[in-house]
Structures are given as C-alpha cells and as structure tokens.
C-alpha cells in the first residue's frame, strides 16, 4: 500500500495530468485512424519523449499503447476496417451489427468490454507484482540471455506460414544492432570505412524507417481514399448494462489476454482467438458468431485491451520486451537510465507502481472520452489516405532528425522506410528486425557477462531458472516440428486470408 | 471478413506477388554480408568464444543466409502468382517519397523548420494529387501545428535556418528560438 501511495504522488504532477490526457486521446485518434496504428505513433513521439521526464514520457507512450486498441474498434464496427490489426475479429461481429442497424449498441458494448479488458489486465499486474518482484531478482545473466534466445524463437515462430523469412528478418535485426564500435574490444563492426556507421545504427531510426515512413509510403503510391462512416447516435453508457450478461466471458477473455500477453510474439491474436473460441464453444448461440454476435465482440475487444498491461510484464521485470511497441519504450528507459529489469523492482517499486496507476488512469480518461465524442471520431477518421501519408512524413521527419540532427540518418530511415514497404506489401513481418534488434544486444551483453562464471556450455543451464527456461526452448522447438510434421501429413490446404495485410504491428 | 477455424489458420501469413525477387534480393545481401566478415571484424585473439567481436555478426549472418536460402527455396517450388514486376514497380515508386523526405531533411538547415515544413507539406500534397484549397490550406495548417508543437513547445533539438541570418535582429532571435 505504501508503494502504491508512492506511485500516486510520482504521478501528482501537472505535467504527468497533460501527458495522461495527451497520450489516453491521442492513442484514441490515432488507433481509430485506419492506416496509422499506435505503432507509428510510438516511432514518432520516441524522440520528443526522451527530453520529458521518465514518467511523463512513458505516460503518454502507455496512453497510446493502452488507448489505441479502444480507438481501433470504431472503424472495425462501423466501416469493417479495423483501426488496429488486432482489432480484426472485433470487425466480423461489430459490422453486422452495424448493418443491422445496431451500431450505437456495438459501439457501446465494444468500448465497455475494451474497458473491462483494460482494467482486468491491470489488476493482475498489480496482483502479480510482489510475485514478480520475488522472481525477477532470481534472473542473472544466463538466465536473461536465455529468456531472450527464448523471445526470438517464440518471435519468429508466431509467423507461421512465413517462419522462414521471419527468421531471416530476425537475424537480420540481430545483425544490425552488430554494426558500429564494438563497446568492449573497441574494434569496428561492418562499418565499411564509413563514419557515420562507426556510432551503430540506431535503435529509433529503424522504427521510425520501418514503421512510421514505411506506412507514409504506402499510402503515398496507392490511389486516395477517404473512409465514409455513419454518425452513431443515441447514448452509449447503456453497453455498461449490456455487458454485465456477458461478464464470464469477459473475463474469461480478459483471462486470456493477460496469459498470452506476457508471451512474446504472440499477444493479443492468440489471445483474441483462444476467447473467441471458448466464447463461440459455451455460448447458447454458437452460430451467431461472425454474423454479429454481442457475445463474439466482448470476447475479442476484453482480449485485446487485456495485452498491454500483461506485456509490460517482461519489460518490467526483467527487461525483455515481447512486441515491436513494448521494444520502442524500453529505449525510452534506457536513454533516463532507468533499467527495467530486477533492479527496478528493487530500487523504484514506487515508479513501477505510478505506471500501473497510469494504465488505470487513462483507461477511464479513454472511456469517458470516446462515450462523449464518438461521432467527433468519425469525422477524424476520414481523413484522406495520402494526406495521411504527407502528415505522417512530417511528423516522420521530427522523430529522425532530432535525435542527432543527421542528414545520414535521415537517409537511413529512408531506406529502412522503403524495406518496410516492401515488406508490409509482401505480407512480411517487421516486428522481428526490431525485436531481433533489442533482444540481440541483450544477449550479446549478457552472453558476455555470463562468459566470467562458465567454463563449459551445461554451465549456462545449471542453475533452475535457466534450466527451466532451456527446457521450455526445446519444448516449443520440438511442438513446432511436431506440428510441421503432422501438417505435413495431413496435407491441407488453408484458405488464403488478408489479416495480416493490414500489417499494423 | 475470413472466419478462422484454427489458431494456425489465424497466424498463418500467406505469400503475395514479388515474394520470389525479395527472397533472391535478400540472399544475396545475406551472402554478400557474410563474405565480408574476415575483412569488417577483427578475431581477438586469446579471448573467450563468447567474448569474441565476431560472434554474433557470425551467427546472426549465418542464420540469416540459412533462412533465406529456405525463403529462395520455399517461394521458388511455390505456384507462381501473377503481377511480380508490376509490384517490384511499386516499390520503385516509394523511393520517389524517399527524396522527398530526404530533400525536406537537407532543406531544414538551410531555409529553416517553419518554412521548409510549409514548402513540403504543401508541395508533397500538390504532387499526391490534391488541388483544393481547403486541403492545401489544412495541410499546411497541420505543418503550422507540428512546427509549433515540437519547436515552439516542446523545443525539440532541431537546428536554425541559415537564412534566419538575413532576417533583422529581434525577429532573428525570435525565429531561431521558436520556429
């Protein structure tokens, strides 16, 4: 309790009140914008955030990160276009409502199960604190170096289908962080004689040329378009009521959101899939799912919105992100010295319990905000395609260029801007790079760190925790094989599907 | 909407045109990479395998060129789809914006932030096809905002126009601190 207080007066601040509302409404437009994505987002503001003070620029980091997905269910219900990529099976039950003439009600029930899904999400993490704040400190440098190798395999398998270019991407990512001054030898790292390489390609630049530039040029060379939503009209505290009927399944769904967010590389589609199976399975009206099911809709938006806090968890506790958003703010922690990882439980438990109060916080400042200006909404949202791509590129070029006022980088993440578009227009995923970035340097520190106590390869996993941790590396190794293995001989074919075009993560 | 029977069916990603000339693209510049470890990383001698500087640009360009050799291999024994090169012109039209922003990013020390961010939201909306006043004055409304928010208040480290110098002194200073 005391920790908690301590947390609630970090947050007391003027500047933490502007960055709440900031991020929680901002997060809110930019995820119901079809296009732009909390992803983009996060690469933009990165840089502005890093002259903020920790708190404050997390905050609003957390407010577009925990906002967006609510934001993202309004074009999802009423235009069939999900404002996020996880918002895609709110779309299959939302929009039938729509054309049923129940958008006001979708609306409604779509951003109560979001909240539901938000808070359920943060109470587990507060709960699950002094568990983590135990386990945490059992991690040294074996065990985050495995936890890590873990993260990637974990990422690159979630990519069925493309497993092998996402490896390759993943690896690619790896290599990346590799390039520059090597910290300890002092020798340089595929610099090719150039200077400006000599400092390492940066983190940001990436995210910015993969996620942020690369959505400005997909939108640029295709034709114009301009989303046409109908205004909602009547009040939308009734979805509240609604869904206090369907609360198992909200919570069920919440359940799951939580469980599969801590997971790397998974998140919210297993989560959102794994309620929606069980809500379809005990419902008294299976068939109805996917043609505009209440039920179908409470489970897939109290998943999703139940992800981000759980993926704070790794980050936190051990300082291992699992997803492309998560890996963007832990640069914002390094560049205040905060280290997430056991330290962090040890040494600023009363910051870690701001940030959780923080989720809280916005998740009502969100509910609050779309229940009063949903129909404001749907005039944002139709904001032309390729004005969004001019706007995006400006607001592109802030994020790059302040970091180091560099022409070089500026051209860097012009090239990464164009792999990007290659890739979202190949169906190909981003997430490994930069995943393959972040979680690359954690082990090539740790390895290192853990090279002073191993004098053969079985000391890497003679402790529990990394024995653990290596058994469950091979678990998931041999599952995926069975799996090939076992599709292989059953030999079927799957029908093509365009979820992963959006290619919003 | 595509309805989902099974979680695999849910994560699987499918191939699209093009895929083959990205996964030889790719191969190569995994190749390429790796043949030049000897000459980009130094071995240190006598220190720990796990210490070694060339560690893992080796194990990341080593599995990177496995992967994409399978990549190569997967999209050549795949059906074909039609229209590669007409997508391969796609991504040759993105490095058109690429300049673009490359341009906007030289100009900004030169004819300072306020001005080179109106010049380009303006002009980069003229060739994306809008003509209408409204949309041109919006855009360069929403150029007018983003200087203000991240120069004026935020003050993000962005540098002064050169051609501030030319400007009287108040209104020099003035420029220089805020737009």
């Known amino acids: ?505 | 909407m595509q309805k989902f029977t099974t979680l695999k069916t849910l994560f699987k990603r499918y191939r699209r045109p093009g895929d083959i000339v990205f996964a030889w693209f790719a191969l190569a510049v995994a190749v390429f990479l790796l043949s030049q470890i000897t000459q980009q990383v130094q071995f240190k001698q006598g220190g720990k395998f796990g210490s070694q500087p060339q560690l893992w640009p080796m194990v990341s360009l080593g599995l990177m060129t496995v992967f994409a050799a399978f990549h190569v291999l997967g999209s050549a024994v795949s059906e074909r789809i039609a229209g590669r090169w007409q997508e391969v012109g796609k991504w040759l039209a993105s490095i058109e914006y690429a300049v673009w922003f490359v341009i906007y990013a030289a100009l900004v020390p030169k004819i300072g932030y306020l001005p080179a961010t109106l010049a380009f939201a303006a002009l980069l909306a003229l060739r994306a096809g809008y003509r209408s006043k409204v949309v041109l004055g919006a855009i360069a409304l929403v150029g007018l905002a983003t200087v203000v928010l991240f120069k004026t208040l935020l003050q993000v480290k962005l540098p002064a126009g050169q051609i501030y110098e030319y400007l009287p002194d108040g209104l020099r200073l003035f420029m220089i601190a805020y737009f």
Not at chain 1, 65 to 88: D, E, K, Q, R, W
Not at chain 1, 290 to 312: D, H, K, T
Not at chain 1, 459 to 486: N, S, Y
């Open chain 1, 1 to 505: 309790m005391e920790n908690i207080l301590a947390g609630a007066a970090l947050l007391a601040r003027w500047d933490v009140v502007i960055a709440l509302f900031a991020g929680s409404i901002g997060g809110v437009i930019i995820g119901a914008i079809p296009g732009v994505g909390p992803a983009v987002a996060i690469a933009i503001l990165l840089p502005a955030t890093f002259s903020l003070d920790p708190i404050v620029g997390l905050t609003v980091l957390l407010g577009i990160y925990g906002s967006s997905m609510y934001g993202g269910a309004l074009p999802a219900v009423l235009i069939n276009t999900p404002g996020t990529a996880v918002n895609a099976l709110t779309a299959s039950d939302g929009y039938p409502m729509t054309l049923r003439g129940q958008a006001h009600r979708a609306v409604s029930l779509a951003y109560s199960a979001s909240f539901w899904g938000g808070i359920f999400g943060i109470l587990c993490l507060i709960l699950l604190t002094p568990l983590l704040a135990w386990v945490a400190p059992q991690f040294g440098s074996r065990e985050i170096f495995l936890a890590a190798l873990l993260g990637i395999i974990l990422v690159v398998l979630a990519y069925r289908g493309q497993v092998m270019a996402a490896g390759m991407l993943a690896m690619f990512g790896v290599f990346l962080q590799t390039v520059g001054l090597d910290a300890i030898t002092y020798t340089q790292r595929y610099t090719f004689g150039m200077t400006f390489l000599s400092s390492g390609v940066n983190l940001i630049v990436v995210v910015l040329g993969l996620f942020a530039l690369s959505q400005a040029f997909f939108l640029l060379v295709e034709p114009d378009d301009s989303p046409k939503p109908q205004p909602v009209s009547g009040s939308l505290f009734g979805g509240f009521k609604e869904l206090l009927k369907h609360k198992r399944i909200a919570t069920v769904a919440s359940g799951f959101g939580v469980i599969m967010g801590m997971v790397p590389g998974v998140g919210e589609f297993t989560a959102q899939f794994m309620s929606y199976t069980y809500a379809q399975k005990t419902s008294k009206d299976p068939d109805s799912f996917g043609n505009g099911s209440p039920e179908g809709l409470v489970a897939s938006e109290a998943a999703n919105n139940a992800v981000p806090a759980a993926a704070m968890i790794p980050l936190l506790a051990l300082g291992i992100p699992g997803e492309a958003l998560t890996a963007m703010m832990l640069s914002v922690f390094y560049v205040h010295n905060v280290i997430p990882g056991p330290a962090l439980f040890q040494n600023n438990i009363d910051f870690v319990y701001a940030l959780y109060l923080a989720l809280i916080i916005l998740n009502v400042i969100v509910v609050l905000f779309l229940i009063s200006a949903t129909n404001l909404m749907t005039k944002i949202i139709q904001v032309p395609t390729r004005l969004l791509g001019v706007i995006i590129l400006m607001l592109s070029f802030v994020g790059v260029y302040s970091l180091r006022n560099s022409l070089s980088d500026c051209m860097m993440a012009a090239g990464f801007g164009v792999l990007g578009l290659v890739l979202k227009r190949l169906n190909l995923p981003i997430v490994p790079i930069v995943l393959g970035m972040v979680l690359g340097g954690i082990m090539e520190v740790k390895l290192r760190a853990a090279m002073a106590r191993v004098k053969t390869p079985f000391d890497m996993i003679d402790r529990p925790i990394a024995f653990i941790i290596f058994i469950v590396i091979l678990l998931v190794l041999g599952l995926h094989m069975r799996a090939l293995v076992r599709d292989w001989q059953a030999n079927q074919k799957d029908a093509d599907h365009d979820l992963h075009d959006t290619q919003i993560r």
